[in-house]
């Protein structure tokens, strides 16, 4: 974790960068499902993932990647600080994937009565491809 940013400190062009999982494991997508109660066979059923939809194997749901992605927020700004975040799924995750996100601050403004960031997010397999980006806005 790293020390939260402050409106004394924070800056637009800020980026900070946080490893997120390193070998995610088929354990721990079906822990999601079993949390999520999301038990699609795309994300837990082997066969029915290669044979049945064509895919290499089971791989991670997109909302399990999004919340891990999501903790960079966190941890930086502090979770009462978080006041918004969505954003899209650019490809699959894979059992064995180690991903790492970026989280960079694009604008500072006031909104809602406080001083708010907007930070956007991005994360990335090992390989180096974006599987997650994002927006979130954060009161800082």
Same mark, same amino acid.
């Given at each position: 974790?790293?020390? *939260?940013?402050?409106?004394? %400190?924070?800056?637009?062009?800020?980026?900070?960068? *946080?490893?997120?999982?390193?070998?995610?494991?088929?354990?721990?997508?079906? /822990? #999601?499902? +079993? $949390?999520?109660?999301?038990?699609?066979?795309?994300?837990?059923?082997?066969? #029915?993932?290669?044979?049945?939809? &064509?895919?290499?194997?089971?791989?991670?749901? &997109?909302?399990?990647?999004?919340?891990?992605?999501?903790?960079?927020?966190?941890?930086?700004?502090?979770? /009462?600080?978080?006041?918004?975040?969505?954003? =899209?799924?650019? %490809?699959?995750?894979?059992? +064995?994937?180690?991903?790492?996100?970026?989280?960079?601050? %694009?604008?500072?403004?006031?909104?809602? +009565?406080?001083? =708010?960031? =907007?930070? $956007?997010?991005?994360?990335? =397999?090992?390989?180096?491809?974006?599987?997650?980006? &994002?927006?979130?806005?954060?009161?800082?």
């Amino acid at each position: 974790m790293t020390d *939260q940013q402050t409106a004394a %400190t924070a800056t637009v062009g800020d980026t900070h960068e *946080q490893v997120l999982v390193e070998n995610l494991t088929r354990t721990q997508i079906v /822990q #999601y499902a +079993g $949390a999520s109660g999301d038990f699609n066979a795309l994300h837990t059923d082997a066969t #029915y993932a290669t044979e049945i939809a &064509g895919f290499p194997g089971v791989f991670a749901h &997109g909302m399990l990647t999004m919340g891990m992605t999501g903790r960079i927020l966190t941890d930086v700004f502090g979770p /009462q600080n978080l006041r918004a975040f969505g954003g =899209r799924f650019v %490809t699959q995750v894979w059992p +064995g994937d180690s991903l790492t996100a970026t989280a960079t601050v %694009t604008e500072i403004l006031e909104e809602g +009565g406080e001083l =708010r960031a =907007r930070v $956007a997010v991005e994360t990335v =397999r090992q390989d180096g491809r974006t599987v997650f980006v &994002g927006l979130g806005t954060v009161a800082i």
